[in-house]
Every structure is written in structure tokens, then in C-alpha cells.
Antibody, heavy 119, light 112 residues
Framework: QLQLQESGPGLVKPSETLSLTCIVSGGSITTGTHYWGWIRQPPGKGLEWIGSFFYGGIFYYTPSLKSRVAISVDTSQNQFSLKVSSLTAADTGVYYC???????????WGQGTLVTVSS | QSALTQPASVSGSPGQSITISCTGTSSDVGAYNYVSWYQQHPGKAPKLIIFDVNDRPSGVSSRFSGSKSGNTASLTISGLQAEDEADYYCSSYRSISTPEGVFGTGTKVTVL
């Protein structure tokens, strides 16, 4: 059974860079059959795509966040990471990693990790 | 990233049917049969309940069904049950400059 688990700091300061990691078990991120991505949800608000990658070097980022985010991949550890720079309070929320199909439906989700941006 | 439009809330009594709409544009919902729906209970991760407009993942109740007409997709929950009380989000594939996904604004379903 495929499982995804996010990890990272719960609290970060404004203007700093957030680093999150998604550890994947029960399946490989290198199979080349699915995309892997990040989604976030501000408190009490809706879901927002951040970005995705397809093994082989294809990366997609939501236009509104593209200048501040970057996804990297560690195939040796079967995990992928997200960096979000120049943080503001608006970046506070639960961050999910997930696996999605080419039609962009997410069939596996991590449990989510809460990130608070505050001094 | 312009979100898809959903009603903020929908309610119904046990046993009734309710429908949630999801309105996009000719660049997303209207252009592709790639609409998905998610159920989210408080404090939990979203759960996929419909993909590719009207397909259900294994294990999802047949009480959930999806459809699409033009730029608007819909999720129908029939035989409403107490456990259906949750937030529901639609999502669509969109490819304007690059491929991306876009979510709906979310709908709170209340079982009266």
C-alpha cells in the first residue's frame, strides 16, 4: 500500500525559506507512471496546488507561486522535497504531498503537516 | 490561479439527494474530461471520490456520482448519510501555458 509522509518544521519566520520533505513508501517515485506533487491549505480555506514533478526531470509550478517555490527529488531515498522562499503569513497552512495522474487527480495523499509562519 | 466556483454550502436531510456544482471555464472544466472530486473531513487529508468526471475509485460508495455539462461539473450524493457531512472540493486539469491543476472553492455539506 502506497504511503506518503510529510516532514518539516512546524514554525518558520517571515522572509525565511521553508523546507519540507515527502517520504514515499510502498511504491517508487521513479516508475514514470505518475506525477508527485505538493498542495497546501490555509487555515479554514480551500486547497491550492503548489507544484508537481514527473520522474525524468519534468517540473510544473503554479504560476502564482513559481518565483518562490522549487521541488527537488532524491531517488536514493525515494523522497521529494519542497522549498518555499520569502515566506509571509499568507504561506501558513497545512502542506500535503500526493501522487497524481496525468489528468491531475490525486489518488494518494500524505496526512499533511501544519506550517506556521510567524516571528 | 483562478479557482473553480462552488457554492459555499449545501444541506439536505438523511436519505435525500444533493448536488454540488463546480463552474470553471473553457480552459479547464469545459476543455477536458479531467474533473475530480474530493471529500475532506475536519482535520483529515482529502479523499478522492470521483475522477475523470464520473469514475469512482475502488471502495467509494456508488451513492457518489459525477457529471459535466459545458463549463460546469456536478457531484451528486444520493441517499445522504450523516457520514457524508464534510467539505467537498472539485478539481480540474488546465493547460494554458503549462499543465496545472486547479481546485474549487469548496462546499460544506451539512446533513440536517
Amino acid at each position: 500500500q502506497l504511503q506518503l509522509q510529510e516532514s518539516g518544521p512546524g514554525l518558520v519566520k517571515p522572509s525565511e525559506t521553508l523546507s519540507l520533505t515527502c517520504i514515499v513508501s510502498g511504491g517508487s517515485i521513479t516508475t514514470g507512471t505518475h506525477y508527485w506533487g505538493w498542495i497546501r491549505q490555509p487555515p479554514g480555506k480551500g486547497l491550492e496546488w503548489i507544484g508537481s514533478f514527473f520522474y525524468g526531470g519534468i517540473f510544473y509550478y503554479t504560476p502564482s507561486l513559481k518565483s518562490r517555490v522549487a521541488i527537488s527529488v532524491d531517488t536514493s531515498q525515494n523522497q521529494f522535497s519542497l522549498k518555499v522562499s520569502s515566506l509571509t503569513a499568507a504561506d501558513t497552512g497545512v502542506y500535503y504531498c500526493g501522487r497524481h495522474d496525468s489528468s491531475w487527480y490525486v489518488d494518494y495523499w500524505g496526512q499533511g503537516t501544519l506550517v506556521t509562519v510567524s516571528s | 490561479q483562478s479557482a473553480l466556483t462552488q457554492p459555499a454550502s449545501v444541506s439536505g436531510s438523511p436519505g435525500q439527494s444533493i448536488t454540488i456544482s463546480c463552474t470553471g471555464t473553457s480552459s479547464d472544466v469545459g476543455a477536458y474530461n479531467y474533473v475530480s472530486w474530493y471529500q475532506q473531513h475536519p482535520g483529515k487529508a482529502p479523499k478522492l471520490i470521483i475522477f475523470d468526471v464520473n469514475d469512482r475509485p475502488s471502495g467509494v460508495s456508488s451513492r457518489f456520482s459525477g457529471s459535466k455539462s459545458g463549463n460546469t461539473a456536478s457531484l451528486t450524493i444520493s441517499g445522504l448519510q450523516a457520514e457524508d457531512e464534510a467539505d467537498y472540493y472539485c478539481s480540474s486539469y488546465r493547460s494554458i501555458s503549462t499543465p496545472e491543476g486547479v481546485f474549487g472553492t469548496g462546499t460544506k455539506v451539512t446533513v440536517l
